[in-house]
């Protein structure tokens, strides 16, 4: 099968106007079939603290009120994407923005409220893979911001992390996916306070030892979960660290496995 690597870029290198040019540079001369999910929760956050909007968070992920709903909107659909897009065409690659809105690329439900209410968030339901492979044999790369719609008209937060995932999972039966999430570490670290403390690889068993310990930040946690889950439903590799393993094999990431 035809290799498709999906990245996810996020963290701080999204606030960082030099790593981001660099990661779009590298992205550019990726050769191959990709797709490009990105987060933005940090400018999400900077801007509803200018904007007097209170942030509350449970376990890494963000609650949504209305409010909330309408900043996410603004800086992941708006600012964010169409930045990535059009500095993604400045270097040649042809690319196009999108929500899971757009052509019901990924149709969710909103979280139902058990003992914590999530607000306008959204649980992936279904992808449309056939939309999104007739972009890949035109070779436009999809570049996918953090909201999906229920169908109903309704746009809902979702976490980035599962994006990718997801669409990692639906087009597993069609390519070798490939899976990398992005961010400004090299990988997973053993040691939170130390760079360097990168475990290569990492299991199952070895990442529930190290949550028990409390050694997994909460913005890894839902990282982790999805990561375990693309492998779970027969996604070829998944790696976490800093962008330059997209082009680099001699680079320090953390390759996971079951």
Excluded: W
Excluded at 16 to 40: P, R
Excluded at 144 to 170: P, R, W, Y
Excluded at 202 to 230: R, V
């Amino acid at each position: 099968m035809e290799t498709l690597k999906i990245i996810k870029i996020g963290g701080k290198i999204i606030n960082d106007t030099v790593a981001l040019q660099q990661f779009i540079e590298d992205l550019s001369k990726l050769k191959g079939l990709k797709i490009l999910v990105h987060g933005g929760g940090n400018l999400a956050s900077e801007t509803s603290k200018q904007l007097g909007i209170k942030i509350e968070k449970v376990d890494g992920r963000r609650l949504t009120d209305q409010k909330t709903l309408d900043v996410v909107t603004m800086v992941y659909a708006g600012k964010l994407n169409k930045t990535i897009v059009a500095a993604l065409q400045a270097k040649g690659c042809n690319s196009l923005g999108l929500t899971g809105a757009d052509g019901n690329l990924i149709q969710s439900y909103k979280r139902p409220v058990t003992s914590i209410d999530y607000g306008f968030v959204g649980d992936i339901i279904q992808v449309n893979t056939s939309l999104i492979e007739i972009l890949l044999k035109e070779e436009i790369v999809p570049v996918f911001c953090a909201l999906t719609h229920d169908k109903q008209g309704q746009l809902l937060n979702t976490n980035a992390d599962t994006i990718a995932s997801e669409l990692a999972v639906a087009l597993a039966s069609s390519f070798s996916v490939e899976l990398y999430y992005c961010f400004e570490k090299k990988g997973v670290l053993s040691d939170m306070t130390n760079d360097n403390s990168v475990i290569e690889t990492l299991d199952l068993e070895a990442y529930h030892t190290l949550f028990q310990q409390g050694k997994i930040a909460d913005g890894m946690l839902p990282k982790l979960d999805n990561c375990f889950n693309a492998l779970n439903n027969k996604v070829f590799k998944v790696c976490i660290g800093n962008p330059k393993m997209i082009v680099d094999s001699n680079s320090i990431y953390t390759t996971l496995q079951l």
